[in-house]
Every structure is written in C-alpha cells, then in structure tokens.
Nanobody
Framework: QVHLVESGGGMVQAGGSLNISCAAN????????MGWYRQAPGKQRESVVI???????NAADSVKGRFTVSRDNFKGTLDLYMSSLKPEDTAVYYC????????????????WGQGTQVTVSS
C-alpha cells in the first residue's frame, strides 16, 4: 500500500508565510511526478505546482514568485513554502504522486493525500 501524508497548513494573515509538507510512504519502487493541487470553496481543483524526478517544476502563474517547492527523491517528500500569502490562496491543498509500487512494477498509479487546509485572512 502507498499513502501520502500531509502536514502543516493552518491560518495566517495576508502577507504571511506558511509551509506544508507531503510524505509518500509504503511499498514504493519509484515516483514520477509529484505536486500540489488546491481547491477553494465552490471552485474546481487547480494545479499549484508540479515537479518531476528530473527536477523540472511547473508552477501556476498565480503563485510564481511567492511559492517555492523542495523535493527529496530519496525520502519521497515534497515541501511547499508559501510566502506573501493572499486571501485568494485560501483552499484545501492536496498532494499527489505518480507512484510505481513494489508490488506492481511497471504499473503507475496516482495517489492523493487527504488534504490540508490553508486559510489566509485579510
């Protein structure tokens, strides 16, 4: 079994900073893409930042210059550092990972975390 465990999040005032983390645990052979999505109330889930094993990072225009990501391929972790936060960043943030499990080599499956709430007050 593979699980993504998220931590961090919480409430912060506009202009503040917050970090959230994701750890992939379980019978993992390899991870391809890993990243963060978010979903605000009444809105569709949207991509925040996506990373590849090779170090390529694609971030949404709305977070460029404010959010940075750090990935550890050995540990299977992905940390999102959020600064200059705005009320519109308020959402549930979900981590995802494309994983090849040791029990099913050659088969890639996308796993999601349970989500962590980020609230930015004005």
């Amino acid at each position: 079994q593979v699980h993504l465990v998220e931590s961090g999040g919480g409430m912060v005032q506009a202009g503040g900073s917050l970090n959230i983390s994701c750890a992939a645990n379980g019978s993992i052979l390899s991870i391809n893409r890993m990243g963060w999505y978010r979903q605000a109330p009444g809105k569709q889930r949207e991509s925040v930042v996506i990373t590849t094993t090779g170090g390529i990072t694609n971030a949404a225009d709305s977070v460029k210059g404010r959010f940075t990501v750090s990935r550890d391929n050995f540990k299977g972790t992905l940390d999102l550092y959020m600064s200059s936060l705005k009320p519109e960043d308020t959402a549930v943030y979900y981590c995802f990972a494309e994983v090849q499990a040791t029990t099913t080599p050659g088969l890639w499956k996308t796993y999601w975390g349970q989500g962590t709430q980020v609230t930015v007050s004005s």
